[in-house]
């Protein structure tokens, strides 16, 4: 009798799973498998927003560069040494001195809209993305304002200059974005910039 016993007890042992060792595997892969996951699916994120705080100081550069162009332009084109306080800052201001600052396109060569003659004020309202939003032209590869044929961008830049003597002006460019998840990002340069002549 004993020996029947433990025939029928080992052969329940080599029956197979439970039900409940079939339920603690698939949790135990579950977990394995969800960990990896998780690592992944926030690497890309970080990735997108990396993507797009590169692209956003590169375009806050952009318009540093531009304001630079446009000065040195100015007090070139007046053949006068050293240059005049008003022509070293003329095609700047007064659009870019508010608090709500200034955009500009750096690349447009047309006159519509005429950002080739230098930057155009917000207006009574700070710069955001319902009213000056960046496009991308995929045919040139470059930011512009002009919407026709070209994909709106989350950036908007702003440009503001602060007067700090005769000879020198504060300029701050911000570009900001709402990243994939909404969150508001934003990249700032600043720099100083002189009457060099």
Known sequence: MINKLKKIKRARAQAGFTLIETLVAVLILATAIAGPLTIASRGLTTALVAKDQVTAFYLAQDAVEYIRFKRDSACLAAGVSPCDNAVWLSTLTPAC??????????????????????PLSCGAIPCSLSN???????????????????????????????????????????????????VPRSVSVNEDIFNWE
């Open 97 to 118: 001195t508010g608090s709500n600052g200034c955009y500009l396109d750096s690349t447009e060569t047309t006159t519509n809209p005429p950002l080739n003659n230098g």
């Open 132 to 182: 000056h939003p960046l496009y991308y032209d995929p045919v040139n590869n470059r930011f512009t304002y002009t919407s026709l044929n070209n994909i709106r961008q989350p950036f908007v830049r702003t440009v503001i200059l602060t007067s700090v003597n005769s000879n020198e002006e504060k300029l701050s460019v911000t570009v900001s974005w709402n990243d994939t998840g909404g």
